[in-house]
């Protein structure tokens, strides 16, 4: 008698890399552009996300115009 005591969910994951269903999960998407992503990013209090590494353009803040400080 064959004695596995593990989830057959944990076995098939064992031996191929994903669940009993045998499908490979589905990657990840972007709410605002609705490309496949690796990272969102999140602000705000309540973490609404703005943006993902394909819709969102670092810049050096020293550089953008948006950021200097007014002159008093």
Do not use: S
């Amino acid at each position: 008698m064959y004695n596995n005591l593990e989830h057959p969910d944990i076995t098939a994951a064992l031996r191929t890399g994903y669940p009993a269903n045998h499908k490979e999960p589905k990657p990840p998407f972007c709410p605002i552009c609705g490309r496949e992503c690796e990272t969102v990013y999140r602000m705000g209090r309540y973490g609404e996300i703005v943006g993902c590494d394909n819709c969102i353009v670092e810049c050096d803040a020293w550089d953008a115009p948006e950021c200097a400080a007014e002159d008093e």
